[in-house]
Nanobody, 126 residues
Framework: VQLQASGGGLVHPGGSLRLSCAHS????????MAWFRQAPGKEREFVAA????????RHADSVKNRFTISRDYAKNTVFLQMDSLIPEDTAVYYC????????????????????WGQGTLVTVSS
């Protein structure tokens, strides 16, 4: 499995960015993908996840109603649409994947993901 994240950059507070994670080696209807982020000096934290097959989603409370995870089956790509960005969203964002169709309760657990992308930096600053 290979994951390639892109789309990070510098954005003003209140702005938007869309991150992409192109993946290969995963079955189209089985698996789970997620976005995590890690700010300087902090632990990696869950942002959002999507389960293949039924497209069930989960978002962290800190990003609900601002970020949306989605998937394009045809393009083998998972997106993270980030709106109303705030400085606290500044971090390196990582996409992650597992071949398991995770139950909703475990989607946010870092330990279930076997494959990780290289990370893309998002900086929110005026």
């Amino acid at each position: 499995v290979q994951l390639q994240a892109s789309g990070g950059g510098l954005v003003h507070p209140g702005g938007s960015l869309r991150l992409s994670c192109a993946h290969s080696g995963l079955a189209s209807r089985s698996g789970t993908m997620a976005w995590f982020r890690q700010a300087p000096g902090k632990e990696r934290e869950f942002v959002a996840a999507i389960r293949f097959g039924d497209s069930a989603k989960r978002h962290a409370d800190s990003v609900k109603n601002r970020f949306t995870i989605s998937r394009d089956y045809a393009k083998n790509t998972v997106f993270l649409q980030m709106d109303s960005l705030i400085p606290e969203d500044t971090a390196v964002y990582y996409c992650a994947a597992t071949r398991i169709s995770s139950i909703t309760g475990t989607m946010a657990s870092l330990s279930i993901y076997d494959y990780w992308g290289q990370g893309t930096l998002v900086t929110v600053s005026s």
